[in-house]
Nanobody, 127 residues
Framework: QVQLVESGGGLVQAGGSLRLPCAAS????????MGWFRQAPGKEREFVAA????????DYADSVKGRFAISRDNAKNTVYLQMNNLEPEDTAVYYC????????????????????WGQGTQVTVSS
């Protein structure tokens, strides 16, 4: 089992940047595919980015490609979401998620594929 804690959210102007860390507990972090999702008021939770266990592969939602970057440091049990050129449409609660796997699988992009979730961190982008 793993516990996830996001941080780094806040209020930023359009065009600005934020970096969201997500710290994971436990000794088996390298066995988890990690993902970031977001949920705006009145909307469903949506996929943002995912990264493989070894960080050799990543995937992004079309809406954030070229602006966001996901990375991980397995030695620190932490996954990051670097968000650049933020837009008001990026305003949402951002969630870190983890999927345990002992095999090489495709990076999942649906919330129900992930086993563990953090509590979320609010990101607000003003115009």
């Amino acid at each position: 089992q793993v516990q996830l804690v996001e941080s780094g959210g806040g209020l930023v102007q359009a065009g600005g940047s934020l970096r969201l860390p997500c710290a994971a507990s436990g000794r088996t972090f390298s066995y988890y595919i990690m993902g970031w999702f977001r949920q705006a008021p009145g909307k469903e939770r949506e996929f943002v980015a995912a990264i493989s266990r070894s960080a050799g592969n990543s995937d992004y939602a079309d809406s954030v490609k070229g602006r966001f970057a996901i990375s991980r440091d397995n030695a620190k049990n932490t996954v990051y979401l670097q968000m650049n050129n933020l837009e008001p449409e990026d305003t949402a609660v951002y969630y870190c998620a983890a999927k345990f796997t002992t095999t090489i699988v495709a990076l999942p992009t649906t919330p129900n594929a992930y086993n563990y979730w953090g509590q979320g961190t609010q990101v607000t982008v003003s115009s």
